[in-house]
């Protein structure tokens, strides 16, 4: 286990392929996902069921695993049990003097009294991992539909600042 991190309420840890399965179930918890379970309470592997036989996240696992661009998290609580997941990306560009952005994506921490705690202590974690990374810009990408989630990264200092738009190349699951 590579630990990344300990904060006060959480330990992040980069994500093995036994991870999966718990990954693939915290996003599923979100209103915008397909398989979305409603519920304000921590969610079990028994409530959201079985993974979808269909998807293909083994292979996307090798594929993030193996790129050191990437970094596949997961957030464990005091218990070590999986709390939450994220993945942050790094991009070399050519726009802004040729920086690199790091891209945060599938941002998920399990329903609970503490999780706005964990999360704001884990975001705040990633700006000093993506500054020590070489990072000019951390950017957060999520869903127009997660309102609810726009104003908590407001409050950690981040602002609307590009569109971006979106053409699927493939049918949905």
Same mark, same amino acid.
């Given at each position: 286990m590579e630990i990344l991190a300990? !904060? +006060?309420g959480a330990t992040i840890i980069r994500a093995t392929r036994e991870h999966i399965p718990t990954i693939e179930? !915290? !996003?599923a918890d979100d209103p915008t996902s397909p398989q979305h379970v409603a519920t304000t309470t921590l969610i079990s592997d028994e409530v959201l069921g079985p993974t979808p036989g269909d998807s293909d996240l083994e292979a996307a696992f090798e594929r993030i695993d193996s790129d050191p661009n990437q970094s596949l998290l997961v957030i464990l609580d005091d218990s070590d049990r999986i &709390?939450? /997941?994220l993945q942050l990306s790094f991009v070399t560009t050519m726009a802004r003097g040729g920086g690199i952005r790091a891209f945060c994506s599938g941002a998920r921490i399990r329903a609970g009294a503490d999780s706005i #705690? &964990?999360?704001k202590e884990v975001f705040a974690w990633m700006v000093g991992y993506a500054k020590s990374r070489g990072a000019r810009v951390l950017m957060?990408? /999520? +869903?127009?539909d997660r309102a609810h989630i726009h104003g908590?990264? /407001?409050?950690?200092?981040?602002? #609307?600042?590009?569109d971006a738009l979106t053409l699927p190349l493939c049918p949905s699951k």
């Open positions: 300990e !904060l +006060d179930r !915290l !996003l &709390i939450g /997941t #705690a &964990i999360g957060v990408t /999520t +869903d127009k908590f990264f /407001t409050t950690m200092g981040f602002r #609307a600042t590009h």
